[in-house]
Nanobody
């Protein structure tokens, strides 16, 4: 059974930093892409950052220059370093994995940025 286990959310002041981690287990095929999405109250889920199997990384426009996504392919993990956090970054962050033509989601971790 595929599981995405997230960690690292929490409460931080504006301008601060947080690091999110996601570990995928139970996957028996190659991972095509892995990354993070977020959803704020009353808003649609949006891309934060995603990295492909070839190493191409895409970022949402609102986080470019502030967030950095990295991966450990051997361990099926990704880490999202979030710097210069803003109150508008407050959301539930979901780890996402596309493998074997299937999409998997983590349970979500709350990130709250106070002003």
């Amino acid at each position: 059974q595929v599981q995405l286990v997230e960690s690292g959310g929490g409460l931080v002041q504006a301008g601060g930093s947080l690091r999110l981690s996601c570990a995928a287990s139970g996957i028996t095929v190659s991972i095509n892409a892995m990354g993070w999405y977020r959803q704020a109250p009353g808003k649609q889920r949006e891309l934060v950052a995603r990295i492909s199997s070839g190493g191409t990384t895409n970022y949402g426009d609102s986080v470019k220059g502030r967030f950095t996504l990295s991966r450990d392919s051997a361990k099926n993990t990704v880490q999202l370093q979030m710097n210069s956090l803003k109150p508008e970054d407050t959301a539930v962050y979901y780890c996402n994995c596309f493998a074997g033509n299937r999409l998997y989601w983590g349970q979500g971790t709350q990130v709250t940025v106070s002003s």
